[in-house]
């Protein structure tokens, strides 16, 4: 299991990230592995504004929110448990934060409209926060975020935190790819005929939203899951960098 609180590194190399895609490109295809990440030399740990002084708070220990989207069946709760499993910290699956009316609408092939989805977003956001408060340093959330305003409203998360990082993960195929996979699926509330409909609004990340890291999800599962752990731990080492230099 990858920890962010332990200071035990696996064979001696300075980075986190690294020391860890060493590791998992060993193991790209199977089950995670327990390997633990170097911590930061001094942490607070606090996700509080103003509790660290100006000194300490430059090596704040950083947060992240994984946030992975996409439409129906592109393989958010696949890539979301892999990187939690990997990182040692909690997943949140969206699909459990919709009120019963969102799962009722869904099933029988409703697509929802914006007012059925701020409330949801909403306690999504603060789910994630309540996790990183009851002392993990990150999450992995699952939000299909189709649309840019959907993205902006979790996008609220760090803006009094600024040891709080919010990351897209937004896994990109196309219609046809994803309809043979909800197809395939078994035991779930959003069918095949609601593929369609998520595409119609689907908004995909712009160039501009650069927390966004796009990953090609018409690959197999095992090629994007260690894809998406590998530049998790890029940008874990590059935030943990360019906060050791302010
Ligand atoms: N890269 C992949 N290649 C092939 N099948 C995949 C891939 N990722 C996920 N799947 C399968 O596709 C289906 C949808 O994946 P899932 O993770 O439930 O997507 P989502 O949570 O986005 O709806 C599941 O049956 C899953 O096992
Ligand atoms: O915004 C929406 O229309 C819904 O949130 C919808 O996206 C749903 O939650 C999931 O996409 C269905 O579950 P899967 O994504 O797991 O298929």
Redesign the pocket.
């Known amino acids: 299991m990858l920890s962010y609180d332990s200071p035990v590194s696996v064979n001696g190399q300075s980075s986190a990230a690294s020391t860890i895609m060493s590791a998992t490109r060993q193991n790209m295809a199977s089950t995670p592995k327990t390997v633990r990440l170097p911590a930061p030399a001094l942490s607070n740990g606090s996700l509080t504004n103003g509790a660290a002084s100006s000194t300490n708070a430059s090596l704040a220990k950083q947060h992240h929110i994984w946030l992975v989207t996409?439409p129906?069946?592109?393989?958010?709760?696949?890539v979301a448990k892999y990187l939690a499993t990997c990182l040692h910290i909690p997943y949140i699956e969206g699909d459990e934060y919709h009120p019963q009316a969102n799962i009722d609408k869904m099933s029988a092939g409703i697509p929802l409209t914006d007012a059925d989805r701020w409330d949801w977003l909403t306690a999504l956001r603060e789910a994630s926060i309540h996790e990183l408060e009851q002392g993990h340093d990150g999450v992995v959330l699952?939000c299909s975020a189709l649309k840019r305003k959907y993205r902006d409203v979790i996008r609220v998360a760090p803006y009094f935190t600024p040891n709080l990082h919010l990351h897209f993960i937004y896994?990109d195929a196309s219609e046809e790819v994803l309809l043979q996979?909800?197809l395939?699926?078994q035991n779930h509330y959003?069918g095949a005929n609601m593929v369609h409909s998520q595409f119609d609004i689907l908004e995909p990340p712009t160039k501009a939203e650069v927390d966004v890291i796009r990953v090609d999800?018409s690959?197999?599962?095992d090629v994007?899951m260690a894809e998406a752990l590998d530049n998790v731990l890029k940008t874990m080492d590059q935030v943990q960098g360019a906060s050791a230099q302010k």
């Open positions: 996409g129906a069946g592109c393989g958010k709760s696949t699952t896994l996979r909800v395939a699926r959003m999800v690959r197999p599962a994007v």
